[in-house]
C-alpha cells in the first residue's frame, strides 16, 4: 500500500513539474518570438526611432547678402540676433516651462503663449520661436537657469541692420514674414513657415541674390533637449552682394534738405540712367521690421496721412503743373505750330468764349517768344500753343515723353500716371471734352498726373540730347567670394519726338529759367557753374480751407499748391539731372528749386563744401505774387 502511494505521488509531481517547465519553455519562446520581431523584424524603425530621440538636425540660417551705394560704403549690414526658441517634447510640462522663461526675463508669458499653437498639430520635436533678438541682457539671464528650462534653445541667427536707419528706407525696403499666399507659391518653394524675405524696394527686387542657401548641423543631445555633441556641420551659404547706382552722400544730403517737409527728391546720371538719389519724406526705419513689426506699430504707418510708407518718387502722382510746358513747347514746335520766331501778347489773361484763363502774372507777360515763355512760365503762351494742338496731339507728344506709363525701374508698385485723351474722359466720367479743358493740360493742370521718377527721365533725356533711359539703380551683384553675378547695362528705352534744332531752343529756354534775367529761378543762380531747369506750381484739386487738417497740417496749408522743379547741370554736357516735388510747398521757385540748386552745388564740387540747409523763402521774380500764382498756377 504504501509502495502504491509513493508511486502515486511521484507521478503527479512529474506531471505538475512537466506543466511549470512547459510554461517556462512556453514563456521563453514568446519572450524569444518578442524579441526576434523586435530586434530582428522591427529592429532597424525602433533603431531609427531611439536614435532620433537624442540625435537631431538643426537648421542654420543663411546670411543675406549685403548692400552698398556706388562707391562701396556700406548701406545694408547683418549683425548677430539671439532667438529664443523651444522643443515642446523636451520642455514638459510646457506651461511652466514657460512661466518660468517670464520670470527670468522680460518675455511677456502671455506673448510666448499666443506664438504656441496648442491647438494645432505640430511635431513635438521642431522647435518653436517665442522671441526674437532678445538682447544680451535676456540671453545672460536664461544662460544661467539654462538648467532650469528644458527644452530651451537659444540660436544665434543674422538678423539685418539698417545702418543710416530711415535715410533711403524707400529705395532699400525691409523684410517681412513670408505669408501663407507666398508659401503656397512655386517662387518660393525652398522657403519655410517663418522666413523672412524682402517685401518693399531693393530688398524685395533682389530677394533671388540677397537671399542665401541655408545650412544645418547635426547634433546629439541629452534628455533635456540640450545639445552636447554636434556631430557633423554643413555650413549656409552667404547671400549675393548687392551695389547700387547711389551715392549715398547725395542721398543724405537730400533727405538732409528735404527736413519736415512732405515730398520726395530724385537724381540721376543723364548719360546713363542710373539713379544717384531717391529720397521720400517722410520715411521710416526699416530696423523696427526686422524682427516683426507689432499690429500698432503698423497701423500708425499705413494710416498716417503723410504716407509714411509710400516712395513718393514713383509711387505718388501729382500734376506736372509747368514743368509740362516742356511738352506743349516740343509739341508745337515739332508740329510748326510755333517756331523760334513766334510770339504771342500776353496781357495777363485769355480769352475763350465767355471764360477767362489767367496768367500766374496778373500784369501780364508782354509779347512773348517760346524761349521768354519758358523763362518766365508764362501761361497765355502755352494756352495759345494748346489750343493750336489740341488734346490728341498734345496727348500724343507726352506719351512719346514716357508719361502715362511705368518707367521700368527695378522697383515695385510704380504708378503709371495719367495722360488724358477724349476717349479717356468719355470712357471714365462719360462726357465730352471741352476746348478749355485743353488749356489747362497745355500747362500741366487739369487731369494730367505723373511721378516724379517720370519728370526725371524726361528731364535726363532733355539734358542728354533726347534719349529716354530706363531707370538703374543696380549697379551689379556680386558672390561673397567676389565673382561678379551680375551688372546692368544701361538701356535707352525710346527718343524724345523732338528735332536737334528744336530741342536746343528749349533747352536755351531752360538755361534763362535759371540763368536769364527774368527767370522763374532765378534766385537760385550759382556763381560757380551754369546749370537749367524749370519751376512748377501744381494746383490741390478737391479741398478747401473747410477741410479737415491732417498730418499735423492746418487746412489752410492743405490748400496750398505742390511745388516743382526739375535741373539739369551743367548746362553743357550735364552729368546729373535731379527732381524736386513737395507738396503744398506753394512754389517751385522758392521751396523745390533751392533744394535742387544745393544738390547740385554739393554733387559737382565733390562735397568738399557741402552746402548748409534750406533756410526760408527766396525772393519772387518781379511780378509774382502769391495770390496770382494760387490762382493760375504760377511757379
Not at 376 to 382: A, H, M, T
Request: aromatic share 8%; proline share 5%; with cysteine.
Amino acid at each position: 500500500m504504501d509502495q502504491y502511494l509513493n508511486t502515486a505521488d511521484s507521478d503527479w509531481f512529474k506531471q505538475r513539474l512537466t506543466g511549470i517547465l512547459l510554461c517556462v519553455v512556453g514563456a521563453f519562446v514568446l519572450l524569444g518570438a518578442r524579441l526576434f520581431y523586435l530586434q530582428i523584424l522591427e529592429g532597424e524603425e525602433f533603431r531609427r526611432l531611439s536614435e532620433n530621440n537624442c540625435i537631431r538636425l538643426q537648421s542654420i540660417d543663411a546670411p543675406r547678402g549685403l548692400i552698398f551705394d556706388r562707391n562701396k560704403n556700406l548701406l545694408v549690414d547683418n549683425r548677430p540676433a539671439f532667438d529664443l526658441s523651444i522643443v515642446p517634447r523636451d520642455a514638459r510640462p510646457v506651461e511652466d516651462t514657460l512661466k518660468k522663461i517670464a520670470g527670468y526675463s522680460n518675455v511677456e508669458e502671455t506673448e510666448m503663449l499666443s506664438k504656441f499653437p496648442f491647438k494645432k498639430r505640430i511635431r513635438s520635436y521642431k522647435p518653436i520661436v517665442l522671441q526674437q533678438d532678445i538682447g544680451r541682457d535676456t540671453l545672460a539671464v536664461i544662460e544661467a537657469h539654462r538648467f532650469d528650462l528644458p527644452g530651451v534653445l537659444i540660436n544665434v541667427n543674422p538678423c539685418r541692420e539698417y545702418i543710416h536707419k530711415e535715410n533711403g528706407s524707400h529705395l532699400l525696403g525691409y523684410l517681412g514674414q513670408i505669408s501663407i499666399s507666398e508659401l503656397k507659391s512655386a517662387e518660393y518653394e525652398k522657403y519655410r513657415s517663418g522666413d523672412f524675405l524682402g517685401k518693399f524696394g531693393v530688398e524685395k527686387s533682389c530677394e533671388k541674390f540677397l537671399r542665401g542657401e541655408r545650412g544645418g548641423r547635426q547634433v546629439e543631445v541629452n534628455a533635456k533637449g540640450q545639445v552636447v555633441k554636434v556631430m557633423k556641420t554643413v555650413d549656409a551659404r552667404p547671400g549675393h552682394n548687392v551695389f547700387l547706382t547711389i551715392d549715398v552722400r547725395l542721398q543724405q544730403l537730400a533727405e538732409t534738405l528735404l527736413g519736415k517737409m512732405t515730398g520726395s527728391v530724385a537724381a540721376m546720371d543723364p548719360r546713363t540712367g542710373e539713379v544717384l538719389a531717391m529720397a521720400s519724406n517722410p520715411g521710416f526705419d526699416p530696423n523696427e521690421f526686422v524682427t516683426g513689426l507689432s499690429h500698432e506699430k503698423w497701423n500708425s504707418l499705413t494710416q498716417n496721412p503723410l504716407r509714411p510708407m509710400e516712395n513718393k518718387v514713383l509711387q505718388a502722382g501729382y500734376p506736372p503743373a509747368s514743368t509740362y510746358k516742356i511738352i506743349t513747347a516740343m509739341a508745337g514746335l515739332e508740329e510748326g505750330v510755333i517756331d523760334d520766331k513766334t510770339s504771342f501778347f500776353c496781357p495777363g489773361y485769355f480769352r475763350l468764349g465767355d471764360g477767362v484763363f489767367r496768367c500766374w502774372n496778373k500784369y501780364g507777360h508782354g509779347k512773348v517768344s517760346v524761349v521768354k515763355a519758358l523763362a518766365e512760365s508764362c501761361d497765355v503762351f502755352f494756352y495759345q500753343v494748346g489750343l493750336d494742338l489740341g488734346i490728341e496731339r498734345l496727348a500724343w507728344y507726352a506719351k512719346a515723353c514716357g508719361l502715362g506709363k511705368p518707367t521700368g525701374i527695378a522697383l515695385s508698385h510704380e504708378k503709371k500716371g495719367l495722360v488724358p485723351t477724349t476717349m479717356w474722359k468719355k470712357k471714365q466720367i462719360g462726357r465730352p471734352w471741352y476746348r478749355g479743358e485743353t488749356l489747362s493740360i497745355a500747362i500741366g493742370q487739369g487731369y494730367n498726373v505723373v511721378t516724379p521718377l517720370q519728370m526725371l527721365v524726361l528731364t535726363s533725356a532733355v539734358a542728354n540730347g533726347g534719349e529716354l533711359y530706363r531707370p538703374l539703380i543696380i549697379k551689379e551683384i556680386v558672390s561673397a567670394d567676389g565673382e561678379v553675378i551680375e551688372r546692368a547695362q544701361s538701356r535707352v528705352t525710346g527718343r524724345l519726338p523732338v528735332s536737334k534744332k528744336n530741342l536746343e531752343l528749349i533747352r536755351k529756354g531752360l538755361w534763362e529759367v535759371v540763368n536769364g534775367r527774368r527767370g522763374t529761378a532765378r534766385a537760385t543762380k550759382l556763381k560757380t557753374l551754369d546749370f537749367s531747369g524749370k519751376t512748377g506750381t501744381a494746383q490741390v484739386v478737391g479741398r478747401n480751407k473747410n477741410d479737415t487738417a491732417e498730418g499735423g497740417k492746418d487746412a489752410e496749408e492743405l490748400i496750398k499748391p505742390h511745388a516743382w522743379f526739375v535741373a539739369y547741370a551743367p548746362s553743357v554736357d550735364p552729368v546729373i539731372a535731379i527732381v524736386v516735388m513737395i507738396e503744398h510747398g506753394e512754389h517751385g521757385s522758392s521751396t523745390a528749386a533751392p533744394i535742387a540748386s544745393k544738390l547740385i552745388e554739393a554733387y559737382l564740387d565733390g562735397f568738399e563744401n557741402g552746402p548748409g540747409p534750406v533756410g526760408g523763402h527766396h525772393d519772387l521774380p518781379a511780378g509774382q505774387n502769391d495770390q496770382g500764382a494760387a490762382l493760375a498756377g504760377g511757379d
